[in-house]
């Protein structure tokens, strides 16, 4: 696939995997994505996508903090934080 080109921008990447999953989405559909951190390419490539019509809906909540589980791994916790930010759209 040409945007998976090694030639191609990471925001360019981001927008063509954005627009294939609207494009395998009927109308009315739900699309979940993850890693949607204000500022970054993915969620720039996902406003884009957004500002030119495809979702009749968006749902995104930001910066949430997690502690996950590392139980099978050794390190001075059994749990790793992290924050977490992901959008729900409903395809046009």
Known sequence: MLCMSMHVNI???RLC???A???ATRSGGVLVFDDMV???PT???FDEVRASGAFASVRCTENVPF???RLDRYDETNVREQTMSWCFAWVA
């Open 43 to 45: 969620r720039r490539a």
């Open 11 to 13: 925001h360019a990447q």
């Open 17 to 19: 995997v954005f627009l």
């Open 67 to 69: 502690k996950i589980s």
């Open 21 to 23: 999953a609207v494009n």
């Open 38 to 40: 204000s500022g970054s």
